[in-house]
């Protein structure tokens, strides 16, 4: 089993970010979890150093528009969640007994896990296939590929 740990918004050594990686990660490599941590690409190199963190994704947790004179909300959504899905895109594929993590997802981080999710092969999205949780809470699973199924 792997633990994917992914944080968009992990970028140095302050606040909440750092101190769920730092605990969550260190926990489980403790007790033998291989362990892969996916930060932005400006990840400070302390972060890099002491935690493993991979420079991954290019969009903030935060990020707010994109600056479009007309609908920057809606632009910037769009855009930056088809961004974050290429980054998860770009992980290392993901077997049976691995758990994808998302520390926090806002909007555009669950539209990403969601497509991502979505785009996977069907033999990858049926039930018993890699879990997906978010800060703990959301499980993104599908029982036939068409429908999504919450769970606690």
Same mark, same amino acid.
């Given at each position: 089993?792997? #633990? #994917?740990? $992914?944080?968009?918004?992990? !970028?140095? +050594? ?13 926990? $489980?490599?403790? /007790? =033998?979890?291989?362990? $892969?941590?996916?930060?932005? &690409?400006?990840? +400070?190199?302390? !972060?890099? %150093?002491?935690?493993? *963190?991979?420079?991954? #994704? ?5 990020? =707010?528009?994109? =600056?479009?004179?007309?609908? *920057?909300? $809606?632009?910037?959504?769009?855009? #930056?969640?088809? &961004?974050?899905?290429?980054? &998860? %895109?770009? &992980?290392?594929?993901?077997?049976? @007994?691995?758990?994808?993590?998302? @520390?926090?997802?806002?909007?555009? !981080? ?12 069907? *033999? ?12 703990? /809470?959301?499980?993104? =699973?599908? %029982?036939?590929?068409? @429908?999504? /199924?919450? %769970?606690?």
């Amino acid at each position: 089993m792997r #633990f #994917f740990y $992914l944080d968009p918004g992990l !970028q140095d +050594d302050v606040g909440r970010y750092a101190n769920y990686c730092r605990y969550i990660v260190g926990e $489980l490599r403790t /007790r =033998g979890v291989e362990t $892969l941590v996916f930060a932005p &690409l400006w990840v +400070d190199p302390a !972060q890099r %150093s002491e935690l493993g *963190a991979i420079p991954h #994704f290019r969009v903030y947790t935060y990020v =707010g528009t994109d =600056g479009d004179p007309v609908c *920057a909300w $809606l632009t910037g959504f769009e855009t #930056f969640a088809r &961004l974050t899905c290429e980054d &998860l %895109s770009g &992980l290392p594929a993901t077997e049976p @007994s691995d758990i994808v993590y998302m @520390s926090l997802a806002r909007p555009v !981080q669950l539209m990403a896990l969601v497509e991502w999710r979505r785009a996977r092969p069907p *033999a990858d999205r049926r039930d018993g296939s890699s879990r997906y949780r978010i800060g703990g /809470r959301a499980h993104l =699973g599908w %029982s036939s590929g068409e @429908s999504a /199924r919450p %769970s606690e």
